[in-house]
């Protein structure tokens, strides 16, 4: 699985980005938030959604990993196609989206091209109760910058234990005011306590 491609913008229109790395040009659909921040920048960094289905592959490129986590989570959700997401993070920004689902404001939702009624009150009801527990959200977006490499590094590895990223993102900020000057390996002593 292919996780980022780290290269420079050949193209990059507000659909798609030609993204080269050593030598090779992959072509990555985006939405308006990356593009709007790769803007000015000839090298980036692109984090991957890879879509398969019988009849095609594709990649989704994204500037954060918060908006890929939120492009899977609307993804996950049935009658939401890959379009439909893409079309979402182009009109609303990541933090629109949650907020509106989270205050269950169908017409916001709604006023996205292709989403109807019955598909914002969908994502509403499925999407309500996983944003709360921080799924759909990079988790170290919500720490300082100077800790978010740490939590990042003792995230992946309580998932790679079998916990749930709900869960580790309900017990890092206490673990984090506890402790602020924690090493990777505190971290994750103190979350394996609380998990």
């Not at 689902?101 to 499925?126: F, H, M, P, T, Y």
């Given at each position: 699985m292919i996780d980022y491609i780290k290269g420079q913008i050949i193209e990059l229109t507000p659909t798609e980005l030609i993204l080269e790395n050593h030598g090779i040009g992959y072509s990555l659909l985006i939405s308006l938030q990356t593009y709007e921040a790769f803007q000015l920048q000839t090298q980036v960094v692109a984090y991957i959604h890879h879509y398969i289905r019988e009849d095609e592959e594709l990649f989704y490129g994204f500037a954060t990993k918060d908006e890929r986590e939120l492009f899977r989570l609307l993804i996950g959700v049935s009658g939401i196609g890959v379009a439909s997401a893409?079309?979402?993070?182009?009109?609303?920004?990541?933090?629109?989206?949650?907020?509106?689902?989270?205050?269950?404001?169908?017409?916001?939702?709604?006023?996205?091209?292709?989403?109807?009624?019955?598909?914002?009150?969908?994502?509403?009801?499925?999407?309500?109760?996983?944003?709360v527990k921080g799924e759909g959200a990079d988790s170290t977006v919500l720490f300082q910058a100077d800790q978010s490499g740490l939590v990042q590094e003792a995230t992946t590895a309580l998932t790679m234990l079998g916990f749930s990223k709900a869960n580790i993102g309900?017990?890092?900020?206490?673990?984090?005011?506890?402790?602020?000057?924690?090493?990777?390996?505190?971290?994750?002593?103190?979350a394996l306590k609380r998990l």
């Open positions: 893409r079309m979402m993070l182009s009109t609303l920004s990541s933090e629109e989206i949650r907020q509106a689902i989270l205050a269950e404001d169908v017409n916001r939702i709604k006023s996205v091209k292709g989403i109807g009624l019955k598909s914002a009150q969908r994502l509403v009801l499925e999407l309500k109760d996983k944003i309900k017990v890092m900020p206490a673990i984090l005011k506890e402790n602020p000057s924690a090493k990777v390996e505190d971290i994750i002593k103190a």
